[in-house]
């Protein structure tokens, strides 16, 4: 980096242009200018060109070149003159976005989509909405109308919205049915609403799928029959559009765009003379990867990636136009790509095997395109539903009691992989794996456990997390499977001798009215302890103790042992490497019926489950 810096000092215009870029974006997270300098100048540079990509600089520390601590990809904007023969084209982000701007992002990537994209053509045979909105055609007539499918051969754009204040969006009623199928004057809808019949006339699609309006609210029946094909109708769709930034149906697509940080900077080609762009480095790298597994960290800037209910739209449509707060993103089954354009060359260099910044192996939309077709093995297809209840549990429900209505129209796509029963949230073939979840990042998201409801304990969906902790605040995962994601060896006496889950209504994936598994297995008696002195609560068995994971332990909630206590714990197996025993904590119910109320992962040095009678119990 010295001699980089020297070299612009003597006036190369290429050295110039690399120091005050790099020193642009780095004094965003080095404040102090002592350590800057010191920081900047004991750096090694590391340069890789590329064709027609950004030329890409990499910083690492002089002692550890592997070590990648900060990444500026330089571009020159498309429609001007290159500033130097190695950088690649980019694409300016206009704070201002317009239709027009809008449609052409689009088409572009539906053509390209159309073209290579066998994945994402759509199926022959779909169960189609029962109603969609008749936009018109561009020209046409400025209102629209609702009405009834008579016809299996239907092009339709859906929307994914965020519905904000329920009381305040516009919606179809048994007392407005009538009304709504005469006409709908365009001035009568929300922003977010407006704009989507804008773009759907612009690409000269007749026809608009929004729930609010689609489906009949206060009519129960209407709503169980369209929440039961809810997959299908996003599956079929031609486009999915995504009001990815705005919080409620007052936002709209076409709103002033911002970054959290301004970075990004633009260099005059005839004076050299670096200016301060719209997008930062760091701010459209956020966008970025909200698309590619971190959705529920985004309550401000995309505010629709941390929606439950949006979850299975943005996962089942087989593409998507997400209109981010920073930038206009395109997501279909087989790729991610952006309006400014760094993830079209991020996914040129994965496939070159090179390091890449954005980790597309979370980029849950096409693995799971990946995993419908026959020749994916069904332990991958497992583990994928593992990822998808990590990362759908962490995100919002205005009523926690649709945690499982609202996975169920995914559920429901992958039960035609795994052919075997659903069972409140868990799949039966896999069932010891699944029922060893723990809940993680307890000094974030405050718990308590659904006892108005008939999910059973063993399900992850048994446990509500507060309102108030689903904000920007709680950044790590709330279920996870991280001690037994590599599989575990079940312990011999150990079996699941019957496993009964009954539904609430029509929906096979949807609420739980009752739900029992009958377990063959090693049980032991322990002693619950979490005297205030203890940073976690622990188990003790004779005179060892292991820490545990409880369902809800925290100190702010209400707490379902007491220290010194006495629980059971049933052994389900080791993990294959280090031979650390996994169990369930338990509690009793009533005869011979047991609550799940944490799980262990037993130290391998301790022998507790040694020459202990198995015998069956069952668990609520």
């Known amino acids: 980096m010295p001699n980089i810096v020297r070299s612009a000092e003597q006036g190369c215009q290429t050295c110039s242009i690399l120091c005050e870029g790099i020193a642009r974006v780095s004094k965003s997270f080095v404040e102090q200018e002592e350590l800057f300098s010191d920081w900047f100048c004991k750096s090694l540079l590391r340069i890789e060109l590329r064709h027609d990509g950004p030329f890409i600089v990499e910083l690492c520390p002089q002692d550890d070149e592997d070590t990648t601590y900060l990444l500026v990809a330089f571009f020159s904007l498309k429609d001007y003159e290159k500033l130097h023969p190695s950088l690649g084209r980019g694409e300016d982000l206009p704070l201002e976005l317009h239709l027009q701007k809008c449609v052409s992002f689009v088409t572009h990537y539906i053509a390209l989509c159309n073209r290579y994209h066998s994945s994402c053509s759509l199926t022959t045979s779909r169960l189609l909405p029962t109603r969609v909105l008749d936009v018109g055609v561009e020209g046409g007539s400025h209102d629209l109308k609702l009405i009834r499918l008579s016809t299996n051969e239907v092009k339709y754009i859906a929307l994914s919205h965020c519905w904000g204040d329920s009381r305040s969006i516009i919606t179809t009623t048994k007392n407005t049915l009538k009304w709504r199928q005469q006409n709908i004057e365009f001035n009568d809808l929300p922003r977010t609403f407006q704009d989507a019949v804008q773009i759907t006339r612009a690409l000269d699609i007749q026809y608009l799928w929004i729930d609010s309006l689609c489906i009949v609210q206060d009519d129960e029946g209407d709503w169980q029959t369209e929440s039961e094909k809810m997959a299908e109708i996003y599956l079929g769709s031609y486009l999915t559009i995504a009001a990815t930034g705005s919080a ?341 119910a009533s005869a011979n019926k047991y609550r799940r109320i944490g799980y262990l992962n037993l130290d391998s040095q301790c022998r507790w489950f040694d020459d202990v009678i198995p015998f069956t119990i069952d668990i609520i």
Not at 515 to 529: F, R
Not at 580 to 585: E, F, Q, T
Request: aromatic content about 10%; glycine content about 6%.
């Open 248 to 588: 409620d149906s007052s936002g709209g697509c076409f709103f002033r765009r911002w970054t959290c940080q301004s970075g990004g900077i633009k260099s005059d080609i005839e004076t050299f003379e670096l200016q301060r762009t719209f997008n930062g480095s760091k701010a459209v790298d956020n966008g970025h990867r909200r698309l590619y597994g971190y959705a529920s960290r985004s309550t401000t800037m995309a505010p629709l990636l941390n929606r439950a209910w949006a979850y299975q739209e943005r996962i089942l449509a087989p593409r998507m136009l997400h209109f981010h707060m920073e930038e206009m993103l395109w997501e279909c089954k087989a790729c991610t790509l952006c309006e400014c354009g760094y993830l079209a060359w991020e996914q040129q260099h994965k496939e070159s095997g090179k390091w890449h910044a954005v980790e597309l192996n979370l980029q849950l939309k096409i693995r799971i395109a990946q995993t419908a077709h026959d020749e994916t093995p069904l332990r991958d297809a497992h583990q994928l539903w593992l990822d998808i209840v990590e990362e759908y549990s962490m995100l919002a429900l205005t009523k926690e009691s649709d945690r499982l209505p609202a996975l169920a129209g995914l559920a429901n796509f992958l039960s035609q992989k795994f052919q075997t029963p659903y069972l409140a949230g868990l799949w039966q073939d896999d069932l010891p794996i699944q029922l060893l979840w723990h809940r993680c990042s307890v000094m974030y998201s405050l718990c308590s456990r659904d006892l108005g409801s008939n999910i059973p304990t063993w399900s992850w969906a048994s446990i509500l997390r507060a309102p108030e902790t689903t904000e920007e605040s709680n950044q790590l995962n709330h279920i996870t499977y991280d001690e037994v994601r590599d599989g575990i060896i079940l312990d011999q006496r150990f079996k699941i001798s019957s496993a009964k889950c009954e539904v609430a209504g029509r929906n096979a994936f949807g609420e739980v009215s009752s739900a029992i598994i009958s377990v063959h297995g090693a049980l032991i008696v322990t002693k619950y302890t979490f005297p205030h002195h203890q940073v976690r609560p622990q188990l003790q068995f004779g005179r060892e103790r292991n820490d545990v994971h409880m369902d809800i332990w925290s100190p702010r909630e209400t707490s379902e042992a007491v220290d010194g206590e006495m629980v059971f714990c049933l052994l389900f197996g080791m993990s294959k490497y280090d031979f650390a025993g996994h169990a369930l904590i338990l509690k009793p």
